[in-house]
Structure formats: structure tokens, C-alpha cells
């Protein structure tokens, strides 16, 4: 049977990484993106530049890339500002989160993902969520991710697997994986054609791709990156 994945695909390294770990991996590949008024809407421009170059390079991939679906969550900024709104200081709040977690963001990703996925049957949906060494966002730790599991599965009478490929490992590991994956020409399009930076700067180009060079998102990718080439 046609095994058929749904990929959370936001224009990041991460999800990135994971659109072409389903493209090795599955038989059919479709990719869901949410508009939430981010800051970096910069990677809602990206994703169409790196799903092209993609397209391009690896031919086999792309005969099994489906369509693209772009989802408007932008209510979702309504309910209050965070560090990823324009304007807003990166801090960390008293509770020990940063204030770039959006409160109930990939809880509604998921839902709207899965959704999606009934209606396209699509079996597996992958998020390139990960505990080792972000924020400690809540909604981005495996046991939540179980749990929304047995929640859809329950409320949709379905039997989806909900994948996170980069949930044990660091960044330096997710560059090695993209290496393996697709080589150079993989990492070259990730470093060229994919987006981290809080800021939305793409004006400076590092060995490692654009971005401030100073937000935290920035720093975890460039520290990845050097430890993955050394
Ligand atoms: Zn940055």
C-alpha cells in the first residue's frame, strides 16, 4: 500500500530537514504551512524557494512532492503579542520560558495538520519538533506530541502516526542527516534556501546561511553547523 506523509513544513532547517526524510522515506509527500503573522514571515517566502530548488536537484523526490496547502492561522496573533511579533524584545518571562514561545502553537498546527491529512489520507504527518537543545518549549516535547497523538486518533477515528525524526537529536546531528539524505548539494540548498533567524535578516550570508548572527535561533544554527563541518 502507498505509504503517504504530510510534512509541517515552515521554510526552517528543521522542517526542511524532515520534508526530504519523507521524501526517502515515503511514497508520497505533501507539505502544510500556517501563516500566524510571525515575525519571520521572511520563511513563508523561503519554503517556495527551497521546495523549487528541491525540486530541481532531486528529481526522484520531486515526482513523489504533491501540493502544497498554506493554512491562515492568523487569529492566532490576535490573542496577544510574543517575541515573534514585529517590534516585541526577545526575553525570557518569569515562568523560565522565552517569550518567543506562542502559547497553543503546535497544539493548533497539528490539529489543523491532521485535518488535512484525513482528507488528503495521509498516514504519517512529521514535524520537525526536537527536546535536546532548544527552548524548552512545552508543546514541542515528545510526551505532548504522543499525547495530541491518542487525542486526534481518538477524535477522528483514525490511526495517524505523528513522526518527529529530529526529536532526540541536536543541530550538528540534523546537518549530519541532511548530509546523508541528499550530500552537498542538500546542505547547500539548506544553507541557502532555508530560514532560522528570529529577526528575519537575510542580508548577512554566514558559511553556516543568513540570519542577524546574534538572536538565539541564529546561535544554535551557526554552534550546528561548526560542529557538524569539524
Ligand atoms: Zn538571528
Not at 509527500?29 to 523549487?52: A, M, N, P
Not at 526522484?60 to 514585529?86: C, F, H, Q, Y
Amino acid at each position: 500500500m502507498e505509504q503517504r506523509a504530510l510534512v509541517l513544513f515552515s521554510g526552517g532547517q528543521d522542517s526542511a530537514t524532515c520534508l526530504a526524510w519523507a521524501l526517502d522515506r515515503y511514497d508520497y509527500v505533501e507539505t502544510v504551512g500556517f501563516d500566524y503573522k510571525q515575525r519571520h514571515g521572511v520563511e513563508l517566502e523561503i519554503r517556495q524557494e527551497f521546495v523549487s530548488a528541491l525540486r530541481s536537484n532531486f528529481p526522484n523526490w520531486s515526482e513523489k512532492l504533491g501540493r502544497d496547502t498554506m493554512v491562515d492561522i492568523s487569529g492566532l496573533a490576535d490573542l496577544g503579542e510574543t517575541g515573534l511579533t514585529p517590534g516585541v524584545e526577545i526575553r525570557m518571562q518569569e515562568n523560565g520560558l522565552p517569550n518567543t514561545f506562542v502559547p497553543g502553537r503546535n497544539l493548533i498546527f497539528f490539529t489543523y495538520a491532521s485535518a488535512l491529512a484525513y482528507r488528503r489520507e495521509c498516514k504519517h504527518i512529521v514535524g520537525g519538533m526536537c527536546e535536546t537543545d532548544f527552548s524548552g518549549y512545552p508543546d514541542c516535547r515528545d510526551d505532548t506530541l504522543k499525547a495530541l497523538q491518542a487525542t486526534i486518533n481518538l477524535g477522528m477515528e483514525t490511526r495517524f502516526v505523528i513522526e518527529t525524526p529530529l526529536m532526540w537529536i541536536d543541530k550538528a546531528a540534523t546537518w549530519s542527516m541532511a548530509n546523508e539524505l541528499g550530500g552537498q548539494t542538500l546542505i547547500e540548498l539548506m544553507t541557502e534556501h532555508t530560514h532560522t533567524c528570529y529577526t528575519g535578516d537575510r542580508t548577512i550570508r554566514h558559511d553556516w546561511g543568513y540570519g542577524c548572527g546574534e538572536c538565539p535561533a541564529c546561535d544554535l544554527r551557526q554552534k550546528g553547523f561548526q560542529s557538524f563541518k569539524s
